[in-house]
């Protein structure tokens, strides 16, 4: 769990600063991000990298799925009267709540931009690549569609408010000031993917 | 007329005795040991430290507790400390200096040969708990740190934060699940031990009751070692757990075991006060709190201020004025007495009248707030948790409370009692701590019992059982006390009077804690014998247990245990009537000095009274185990 | 001034029963009697008018035990953090509250009746490795290991533990992390601990699985309900732990 998160962790980053080109002056975001999304697709290092990161979706899915599964509660185990949420955040014991609509978002982005691009038939830009910029800036113009994305967004940031900290402390990060530290960049680290993936669309449809 | 009975003490001078001991005392080989059968009545420390160092020997372990965990059992409670002829400070301690100590803090009402013999193991305990984990406080160095307590003059006690007594349970019960695991031990918690079964007076095993499912069990064994902690529940409001009880030992001095110096218990000064009827327990505070808190009453008994208003005139510091080189430090029965006198004599404060201001205010003033924090905060807290007060901003209200009974079975210097094959370890015999036991001596007796000195004369007994084969729990013997026990729950449920358990504790509470508590007087006894008498015969027809035998049933379990308490209240008055001097805690009105000090009786009474079950819990037979003290003289003890 | 409670009290006759709440009235209640004693009260209440008195651990009566332990108003050992049941008073509830009160319930912990859990679970952990292997006559000298304060102290954080069962029923997991994990902070911290060191923690924690106790998610609430407040970094204390020995191994 702990692993293959941090490993998405770090694909986030990279996503996001890839998509940062999104915001350069429209010509030139164009040609770039379609030369980009090209280079992508065709480089055999990034396919590996793919692979491994479609893995580590399914792995961490698999593993949240056995998880909750084990804590499933019979009558006999659950409280009839229930008040312990106050002894923890509430995104802290809804991760899987989270997670569920992170993998649905991550099925509809894939069916949205992914399938299109790697096997739909996109019009091409002016270098020859597929014209997945277009498809972008059309998908951000429309509300609707920010709107749910929006929602992913904050489901992500709270589940990495959680999943950050938490990652760090099941590979065993147990010297307190560390701890401490950790907890602290997971905070900004949460907040800073939350602006960037939020602040992309907003920019789009703002701007548009 | 009093019979003699003699305690086996080893020949040789008293540092030799138990080495000699030792290198006589008989041994069983390796291959031997796995055909023994021991049963341990009790997972404290002495309890759990004797299965789990049997275990380790080889011998196969059964061991009992009523909780519903070992790691539960009172000693886990005890918060002080644990002493230690270590001498780490290179202030002058040494095995003879402990064992005067542990010998005038009981009055000289010990027996010699044992003291000396707990003042000498006490060094190796420390090694072994350090061994375990157990985590002692430390100095920067990482050198075990230690402190004073209860008015020696060295320092000797090593503490765990204020959890001393919960860390060496801990380690002793890390132990004994490892063998447990190992197959060595078998446990049976929430499992009571009700009746001892004997045959030609040697011990065969016992009957228990699963007080889960209620099913009454026959267990026998080559050995039967009680470890069932002291009585002081007897008071109702003690120190102690709700469910520590007499009934193991009693149950075994009705098989012939005989009690010794049952009147003695011990009253720790500082706990807190009773708040009402519906009380059932009075926490102990630390007596480490009397180093930096002074105890008044108002002088005035009238004087309904709140305390703080009270001007230093109006205040009676009256350990201070009593015992001015002591003060507020004098040994734990002139405190107890002390403020009983306060209370009784209507100065006593809080709602209900019964307590005693110990108060911080020069503390925090001379040494601030934060030195007083760090030295008390955790029972500064505790305080709050439990009364709601701040002791920061006004006194603490304390009062005495029963906490350790130095009496109990009576043991010879192997830890057996009269009966063969029986052995009393821990707070369940009588053997070391005399008329009154030592701050931070309770840990150490547990634990050198069941950890050192068990192991030995236990061995030394099985040696003889090695051709013998394991009691048959299908013997005729067995079934009869099966019986006898499931006919006595049938009569508890059967009786469907008017009164539970609990109030007939709290009756007989109450009468021994004003009659036989913290002063005795013959008038009181004679008084109150009947009045035990009397409840007695009532609690035979009047009280009232709902429910089955065959389920969890706890109003049950208290029945059995009440009947036991009234008759162990009885002798405990019997005892304290017949001596006729004071000492330690054995406060007798008629013998005390003009300034109202406990005034000795060598001469008659430098004995051990051992009492015999005759069948009549009024009638018992007085034992006389004389007490010879050979290396030290006997001195007034004198803390003014 | 006295006061009066209504009280739901979950009944269950045995560990096959269903079990359901009961409503109980007390009155004339001080405000400074402890929780139990309120139980008390309402079991002399009970017990007079030939009702069934309620079954409930408790032992020691100041916190130390851990005996004691229930669910009151669904949090375990009521409202105040870090508190046993024992010392918890009536001084905390207003005058006509209502108080539920639910046995601590897990997989692990199967309740005997009414509030009475079976926790020998705990116990079968400790067994399979919650010590150190050290038998009566083999300890050396105390002082010739010098263990660092702080580390003495670290240890002594760890080895607080009661034993209560309060993180288990308050994890939404049913996570018996923090009591294991203080156990292997406890003994992984000390020199004397290190000779056993994976195998205690391997051992343990498989037994942890094996007992039912579910998975660790970092949600933090067991510490919070912790009567010695016991840190959760010793839960990543013990994944630190694990994955060396699994590392080694």
Redesign the interface.
Known sequence: MAITGLFLCLFLVIHLLGNFQLLLPEDEAQLQYNAYSAFLSGNILVKIIAYVLYISIILHSIDAIYLSFKSRKSKKTRYRYDARKRASKWYSRQMMLLGVILFAFLVIHFYDFWYPFKFGELPLDQQGNKDLYQLVIASFQNIGYVGWYSVAILALFFHLLHGFFSAFRSLGLYHPYYAQIIKLIGVIFSLLMCIGYLGIPIYIFISS | MANFIAAKIPEGPLEKKWQNYKDQAKLVSPNNRKKLEVIVIGTGLSGA?AA??LA?MGYQVKSFCF????????S??AQGGVNAM?N?KNDGDSVQRMFFDTLKGGDFRAREANTYRLAQCSA?L???????????????????SNRSFGGVQVSRTFY??G?TG??LL?GA???L??Q??KGKVK?F?RHEMLELVCENNTAKGIITRNL?SGKIERHAAHAVIIASGGFGKIYYLSTL???CNASAIWRAHKKGALMANPSWTQFHPTSLPQ??S????L??MSESLRNDGRIWVPKNKKDARNPNEIPESDRDYYLERKYPSYGNLAPRDIASRAAKEQIDNGFGVGELKNAVYLDFAKAIKDLGKTTIQKRYGNLFD?YE????INAFKEPMKISPSAHFSMGGLWVDYDLQTSIAGLFAIGEANFSDHGANRLGANSLLQACVDG??IL?YTLQNYLATQIDKPKPATHSQTFIDAEERVKTQLQTYLNTNG?K?P??YHKELGKLLYDYCGLSRSRKGLTFVIKEIQRLREEFKTNL?V??DTN??N??LEKAGRIADYFELAELMCLDALNREESCGTHFREEYQSDEGEAVRNDNDYAYTAAWEWTGNPSQPELHKEKLVFKNVSLSTRSYI | MPMKLQLKIWRQ??SDDLGKFNTYELKDL?P???F??ML??LN?QL??N????V?F???????????CGVMINGIAHGEPKN?TTC?L?L?EFKDGDTIVIEPFRAKAFPV??DL?V???A??TL???G???????G??????T?????EI??Q??DA??C??CGACVATCKNESAALFVGAKIS??AS?P??KAEREKRVLNMVNRMDELKFGHCTNTEACQVECPQDISVLHIAKLNYEYLRAKFKK
């Open positions: 430290s789990a160092s380790e909780q519903d965990s070992p790691r539960r059992a009172h886990v409670a270590k780490y190796a420390i090694d072994q708990a350090v061994a375990q984990g157990v985590p002692f406080a430390r100095e920067y160095s990482g050198y075990l765990a934060r959890q919960q860390q801990l019960y890390q132990a699940l490892r447990q695991a446990i918690n889960v757990a709700m469910g708040s009402g519906y009380q059932s327990k926490t102990l505790m948790k439990i009364t709601g950890y050192y192991p008017t539970t609990d109030e009232l709902l429910g389920q969890i706890s109003e | 006759k045995n001080n400074a009697m402890s139990l004693e008390d009260t002399l017990i007079k030939k009702e069934e008195p079954e651990d408790h032992d020691c009566r100041e916190g130390i035990c851990g005996q508190i010392q008073h001084r005997l009746k009475k079976d926790r020998s705990f116990d400790i067994a399979s919650g010590y150190i292997g050290v038998e009566t083999q300890a050396p000298e105390a002082n290991t010098p263990i660092p304060q003495a102290e240890a002594f080895a607080a009661i034993g406890h003994l000390l004397q601990g």
